[in-house]
């Protein structure tokens, strides 16, 4: 009888039926235990909120784990990775329509949908499946990318999803070949194995071998389900779960406050010694980390050569967790490789690795967190942190052995202080590394003079000013940077401080995403984004461009950090004829080296980050290097000096190339 409908029999030739669903429910008791176990681990970690705002929560699902942004961006995996992806999807919903027409009754697999997408598209993200997969082992087991994590476990995985695929397309076109399938065309993979299997099988091999590559293959398949959260795969459901549960403000935000008072009363140490000291959150980022090395790749330290490597702080930390319920009481640094002290000293706080990783792990807090121990608990950092932290004390700046004030860059420019000019529009917070080091004070002097000719009632804090305390949080002196933050917001509040413009991205950061914490909010702008606005209000116009070419460095804390990238481009461009990029730029730009306290140390001369950076600037041709950011400019106008030769290479920030134009 000629079939008029397109369809196919669900389970030709299988016998019996019944087994198949027994070992379905198996697969999937054996795989909820093991979700069971991860979610019972992460409820060992500290509260954490992390479902408020859910359309923002699904709007950052969908975009990062059904349109996989981060992953796309490396080409390579990329390429392959896709189709791995895209062909899971497919295959699901193909199993997923087989289940709803046999066993509920739903008359799905006929007709034009049968053969469009049953036959035709299911075949073809097969085919990308099997290609994907190829492409990965061949990745794996012949290029071996550096970044990647090689265990026999990772090729497992690779070689059963290559068999099921394999397996899969046999059964088809074996199908096809033994019951003459009208609409087997539509098939295309499945067609040709049947076209190939004819001539040397006859229809009794045919069914035998069907029947038994069958069964081999729901064994693979129901095998792979129940022991997906055992492995590296439990990424397919901790991935999303932990994208849908990512911090939704800016990781500029990350770090979180201590409630000392409780500390205090409940004996728990300041920072985290031990895995309890984690949130849940925490925890669950352990098990959602997919290997991939995007985040060592993209660390600047790691880059250089040093110990540091964020992924594998992740990974000891997750086998650490596993090991046994007596690990939440072990001390963490030192208890795996990965979180050494002097690996974790090496961390510049540029948040690079978080801004990598494609299902949006938090490892730099992490890093903090374990610095907080050390530092407030144990006294143990390295020696020249150690005397910046003494200079904030002592001084309210970390550079210790300044013998400038915090006026002396203003010498002439009759700038006013608040005490003096109660009825200024904006305060200009000039910033540590802005007053005391001589190199810089150019910078806010020409921001100053800026903002003088553009009109604009400004006032400083002069002798009032102190550090935000910014390097002492990065540090890990989150009691001390505390202490300063609530007595300069005591000192802004009372002033009536409204609006603040600072030089310095740490300093903006800190008034932006850190004062809220301890009452004090403000409308805060990164000069460059405040000079910017008077440049589009007609307030300032660039008469003299610079014939010299321009690249601009982008600091983490302003680019990576707050997302402002273009208003320091578009100073660059009003006051330079010519710019260029760098290859890692913007959000995926490439740090100074100078933060997280990186600054106060003596990096070994082999392995410095600024020397990275600047061989990078030094690349692209560049008679100035731009820069927004008193660290920055201080780090690579020494990395320039150590990389360019005989070259003539200068270091500006955008402020001084802004007012060389304007005047």
Known sequence: MIQTVPTREVFWNVQPVWLMYVMFAASLVAAGYGLYRCVS?????????????????????????????????????????????????????????VALHHDLGLPLMQGAFYLYFQSFIVDIFGALLLLGVTIALVRRLALKPKKLVYTHEAEMILLVILLIVVTGFLLEGWRIAATNDPWGTWSPVGYLVARASKPFLGATALKTFHFVVWWTHAILVFGFIGAAPYTK???????????????????????????????????????VKTLAGFTWKDLADFDACTECGRCTSVCPANTVGKELSPRDIILDLRGFAQASDAALATPLVGAVPATAAEALWQCTTCGACMEACPVFIEQMPKIVDMRRYLVMEESDFPDTMQEAMTSLESRQHPFRGTQATRLDWADGLHVKTIAEARDAEVLFWIGCGGALIERNQKVVRATAQLLTKAGVKFAILGREEKCTGDPARRIGNEFLFEMMAKDNVETLNGYGVKKIVTSCPHCFNTFRHEYPQFGGSYEVFHHSEFLAQLVNEGKLTAALPTDKTVTFHDPCYLGRHNGLTEAPRQLVQIAARQSVEMTMNRAQGFCCGGGGGMSFVDEPKDKRVNQERAQQALATGADIVAVGCPFCMTMLEDGINARRGARDVKVMDVAELLWQSVE
């Open 41 to 97: 681990g992460w409820r060992r970690g500290l509260p954490a909120d992390r479902f408020d705002q859910p359309k923002e929560r699904l709007r950052l699902l969908l975009k990062h784990a059904l349109g996989q942004r981060r992953t796309i961006r490396e080409k390579h995996a990329a390429f392959f990775h896709t189709f791995i992806y895209t062909g899971f999807i497919v295959l699901t919903i193909a199993t997923t329509v």
């Open 233 to 271: 795969m439990r990424h397919v459901i901790t991935g999303p779960l932990n994208i849908y549960t990512a911090r939704l403000t800016p990781s500029g935000a990350a770090l979180k406050a201590l409630d000392f008072d409780k500390l205090a009363e409940t004996g728990e140490p300041m920072g």
